[in-house]
């Protein structure tokens, strides 16, 4: 009764206003709920209540409180946050207000599933055992993506990570793609945009994209939004939805202006003590629903200044199952990691997968070696001189992140490989394997004399 009452009240007296975040007392509000702030020009903003202080309440103006006056009216509207859902909107570009801004048709009319929510309850997970093809190399080879997995892209600023993400975005085998830009120039949006256009995955992607000269307060809301969304689909329509959020550092940085526009006494490094938990939150909607789809999440995370023990990335690692790092152009192999690639490797991949990557890797660290006595002048071996060989074969084929091509080809180039830098002896894998696949032109023929 009393919150019914709430959304009749018209509330006039605005007691401060901190940047974007307005004060004033009010009885009957819950964290989270909308509210509609008139100015005095009779211009209307959606607000978010972000605090509450006995009957002290903080809202997030989305519009921001530049030429806010104290003398505008709030009302209530005694509900949360909602975002529209239906197969309408695959193909359409949202705000993070979840207004639409590709000047589509209106999809007011169409149903709302509420922002954020409690993750899944646990018993009705499945244990990952499906491998997402990405058609990148050092991914499907060396660090296979899984379904329901969350994991990040750690970068740093000036890295491609943002064209890394789109072309797994488009090349990733999925049912559907949900898309979410935080604090995105324009360029990187437009960016997105034409590369899901041009690969023909944009009708079964939903976008939502708050760019940097958008509300704060949007920016916090695009993930929710993205995941509210993937969730539905995974668990209604039995999609494998694949989410991609960068850059989730902007997302963290939001969250410390919003804390200290609160007064709220910051941790480390000026970011509030509840980051973990606010990230934890979005990664755990990553799931692999009982009888129904899945819901996988893949982010970019940067790193100022390349500190992986910056609180974002340092958290991040803390909560994910682990990363893809991007370095110098590259994934490097030995930064990398994802801790349920052994959940797919040789089950839903080819039998040789285990021991192409250990081998692989094995050699790539041995011409690294190579590299630095031959960059020292040191006497090399003529093994050190197939490991130059390999190495540089490997960097051109493997880590270029241009590279294309399914897990099953790139098994075939990896023996191709092997065969032309080393003896089938000097692989160390077993024999049946070497049988079987290494390619036997490679091999030297016997002579008339033997």
């Known amino acids: 009764m009393v919150a019914h009452l709430q959304q009749l009240l ?31 020009d009779g211009e209307v903003s959606l607000a978010r209540v972000i605090g509450l202080d006995q009957n002290l309440v903080s809202l997030q103006v989305f519009a921001g409180g530049k030429g806010l006056s104290t003398d505008a009216t709030v009302r209530f509207l005694g509900r949360q946050l909602d975002v529209v859902y239906s197969p309408n909107i695959l193909g359409r570009i949202f705000r993070g ?14 149903p709302h599933v509420k922002v954020g929510g409690p993750t899944v309850n646990p018993v009705m997970r499945v244990m990952p055992t499906k491998m997402i093809e990405t058609r990148v190399p ?26 890394l993400l789109a072309r797994i975005g488009f090349q990733a085998d999925a049912d ?52 509210a969304v ?72 940067t790193m100022p ?36 690639k052994q959940h797919v490797i040789g089950k839903s991949t080819r039998e040789d997968h285990s021991q192409i990557m250990n081998t692989m890797i094995r050699f790539y660290s041995e011409a690294a070696e190579a590299q630095r006595k031959q960059a020292m002048a040191f006497e090399l071996s003529s093994f ?5 060989k390999y190495g540089g074969l490997f960097r051109e084929r493997f880590m ?15 023996w191709k490989t092997l065969a032309e830098c080393f003896e089938p002896q000097e692989l160390l894998m077993k024999q049946h394997l070497i049988d079987k696949y290494f390619p036997k032109l490679a091999v030297p023929s016997p002579t008339s004399e033997e």
């Open 230 to 301: 993937a969730e539905k689909f995974a668990v209604e329509e039995n999609k494998r939805v694949l989410v991609l959020l960068t850059d989730m550092t902007a997302y963290a940085d939001a969250m410390k202006e919003i804390g200290v526009a609160q007064e709220r006494i910051p941790a480390v490094r000026g970011y509030m003590g509840d980051l973990y938990t606010q990230l934890a939150q979005r990664y755990e909607k990553a799931c692999d629903f009982k009888g129904a789809g899945s819901v996988t999440i893949l982010t970019v995370t």
């Open 97 to 110: 207000s979840g207004e639409p801004m590709d000047g589509g048709p209106d999809l007011s009319g169409d």
């Open 10 to 40: 018209r509330h006039t007296r605005v007691e401060q206003i901190v940047g974007d975040v307005i004060r004033l007392r009010a009885t009957g509000v819950a964290l989270g709920d909308m509210a509609e702030v008139e100015n005095t």
């Open 400 to 414: 270029d992140i241009s590279v294309s091509m399914g897990v099953t080809e790139a098994l075939d180039l990896c």
């Open 176 to 227: 559907v793609l949900v898309f979410g830009g935080l604090g995105l120039i324009f360029d990187d949006y437009h960016f997105f945009r034409t590369a899901f256009e041009e690969h023909g995955v944009f009708g079964r992607t939903v976008m939502f994209v708050n760019q940097a000269s958008d509300p704060l307060v949007e920016r916090l809301l695009v993930a929710d939004m993205a995941l």
């Open 384 to 388: 050190d001189e197939k490991l130059l």
């Open 138 to 163: 050092m991914i499907d080879l060396f660090n296979c993506l899984v379904e329901s997995q969350k994991i990040p892209i750690f970068s740093v600023a000036g890295e491609p990570h943002n064209n």
């Open 305 to 340: 200044g390349d500190d992986v023990t910056h609180p974002v990335p340092d958290n991040t690692g803390y909560i994910t199952e682990g990363q893809f790092y991007l370095h110098g152009g590259i994934l490097d192999p030995f930064g990398s990691l994802s801790r349920l």
